[in-house]
């Protein structure tokens, strides 16, 4: 396990499509994260689980997105019905413990980038 | 509202010079901040971070000094390379938070 991954790398789709993006952490890293990156802009949080458990969310994350992290290991990040606006870098992170702590910093995979059409 | 700014969005240094990235925050509640570096079609890669209790902290060529007050940090990187080229983002958090604000990117190009 040499890092975290992501997948797809690249999605495109049209306009009210659903999507489904896949994300494995670091074996022993029980806290992983979803940030949402745009042309030009840093990236924003979205979510973050502690293990299986959803623990904060951004505003953000609409009524259209859902993610999940059944049994604490990968997570999925789904969109329904798709926007325009949704177009952006998607990025996958996690980390063994509390980010505030200078042993703790926190892996990001390469990012799923999506298009909507 | 843009809790974390980094005001110059590019920088270019000369290879083997002191480059100097800056980031100012609003949110006097962050006490903890960090770098990320960043290349094209890869995730961000932590470099070096700060608690609010110090003013400086050194990693190799890499240092980041705070200064609370101003609510002002920078990046200094010495002596630049060609492989430090990249996007650096600044991001801060509050301690018992797992959110990570980030700041808008500076793109680093090193000049050989």
């Known amino acids: 396990d040499t890092g975290v991954s992501q997948n797809p790398r690249h999605k495109i789709t049209k306009r009210g499509q659903n999507v489904t993006f896949r994300c494995d952490p670091i074996?022993?890293?029980?806290?992983l994260y979803w940030y949402r990156q745009t042309l030009g802009q840093g990236p924003e949080f979205l979510t973050y689980?502690?293990?299986?458990?959803?623990?904060?969310k951004s505003r953000l994350l609409s009524d259209r997105f859902s993610a999940e992290r059944p049994k604490g290991s990968f997570s999925t990040l789904e969109i329904q019905r798709t926007e325009q606006g949704d177009s952006a870098m998607y990025l996958c992170?996690?980390?063994?413990?509390?980010?505030?702590?200078?042993?703790?910093?926190?892996?990001f995979g390469p990012g799923t980038r999506l298009t909507v059409l | 509202d843009q809790q974390v700014k980094q005001n110059s969005p590019s920088l270019s240094v000369q290879e083997g010079r002191i480059s100097i990235l800056n980031c100012d925050y609003t949110?006097?509640?962050?006490?903890?901040f960090l770098w990320y570096k960043k290349y094209p079609a890869e995730g961000p890669t932590f470099l070096i971070s700060?608690?609010?209790?110090?003013d400086k902290n050194e990693d190799g060529r890499f240092t980041v000094f705070l200064n609370k007050s101003a609510k002002h940090l920078s990046l200094h990187i010495v002596p630049s390379q060609p492989g430090d080229s990249a996007v650096y983002f600044c991001?801060?958090?509050?301690?018992?938070?797992?959110?990570?604000?980030f700041g808008t990117g500076t793109r680093l190009t090193i000049i050989p």
């Open positions: 700060i608690s609010s209790i110090k």
């Open positions: 949110n006097s509640m962050f006490d903890y």
């Open positions: 992170a996690s980390s063994l413990g509390p980010l505030a702590g200078a042993s703790n910093e926190q892996f």
């Open positions: 689980f502690q293990n299986e458990a959803q623990l904060e």
């Open positions: 991001a801060a958090i509050t301690f018992g938070n797992e959110k990570l604000t």
């Open positions: 074996s022993e890293h029980n806290r």
